[in-house]
T-cell receptor, first 114, second 116 residues
Framework: AQKITQTQPGMFVQEKEAVTLDCTYD???????LFWYKQPSSGEMIFLIY??????QNATEGRYSLNFQKARKSANLVISASQLGDSAMYFC???????????FGTGTRLQVFP | ETGVTQTPRHLVMGMTNKKSLKCEQH?????MYWYKQSAKKPLELMFV???????ENNSVPSRFSPECPNSSHLFLHLHTLQPEDSALYLC???????????????FGPGTRLTVL
């Protein structure tokens, strides 16, 4: 069974607008971590934000915030005030407790237009 | 140098060649990883080294041979590859949670490999 699902292969957003990238996950482990990475065309995977399963508040890092809905098993990334440089692939990933494995989704390609 | 570096950035090789990919992390981490990213497929974990010991080998063909001589360096030795091995190979490092770390993996820029 797929552990991480990103249902949006591509998204468009206008500059300065906010955009939400969807991610749902599947695990029976009560302890896990959720990550978002950005991959520009250069190839490097850039860590954006982390949410632990026991964290009480949604994670935020600058213009990035994670809308964590535990009961729905969703961990959507919200990018506020989009910039042209935000155009990239975005990957959601999960690490279950007691493993070193990150399981990645298939990614969402975000394109920001002027 | 900071973060995670990988060399070479691009590599073209024939099926009979032997080459090596190099990864170096300058973050003081205790775990290193190799991932393969093929077109239109999720990132696939290949190998994990924890404190210089291999702890994961995800059914990777023997034509890929990892080496971790110390906690800062990781190599992927390649020999008799197939065209379907063409992909972006990403290295990452982290501090393991069970070693008191935060476990966030930080990636290098990748090596884009083409096998002819």
């Amino acid at each position: 069974a797929q552990k991480i699902t990103q249902t949006q292969p591509g998204m468009f957003v206008q500059e300065k607008e906010a955009v939400t990238l969807d991610c749902t996950y599947d695990t029976s482990d009560p302890s896990y971590g959720l990550f978002w990475y950005k991959q520009p065309s250069s190839g490097e995977m850039i860590f954006l934000i982390y949410q632990g399963s026991y964290d009480q508040q949604n994670a935020t890092e600058g213009r990035y915030s994670l809308n964590f809905q535990k009961a729905r098993k969703s961990a959507n990334l919200v990018i506020s005030a989009s910039q042209l440089g935000d155009s990239a692939m975005y990957f959601c990933a999960m690490r279950e407790a007691n493993t070193d494995k990150l399981i990645f989704g298939t990614g969402t390609r975000l394109q920001v237009f002027p | 140098e900071t973060g995670v570096t990988q060399t070479p950035r691009h590599l073209v090789m024939g099926m009979t060649n032997k080459k090596s990919l190099k990864c170096e992390q300058h973050l003081g981490h205790n775990a290193m990883y190799w991932y393969k990213q093929s077109a239109k497929k999720p990132l696939e974990l290949m190998f994990v080294y924890s404190l210089e010991e291999r702890v994961e080998n995800n059914s990777v063909p023997s034509r890929f041979s990892p080496e971790c001589p110390n906690s800062s360096h990781l190599f992927l030795h390649l020999h008799t590859l197939q065209p379907e091995d063409s992909a972006l190979y990403l290295c990452a490092s982290s501090d393991l949670v069970r070693q008191g770390g935060t476990d966030t993996q930080y990636f290098g820029p990748g090596t884009r490999l083409t096998v002819l």
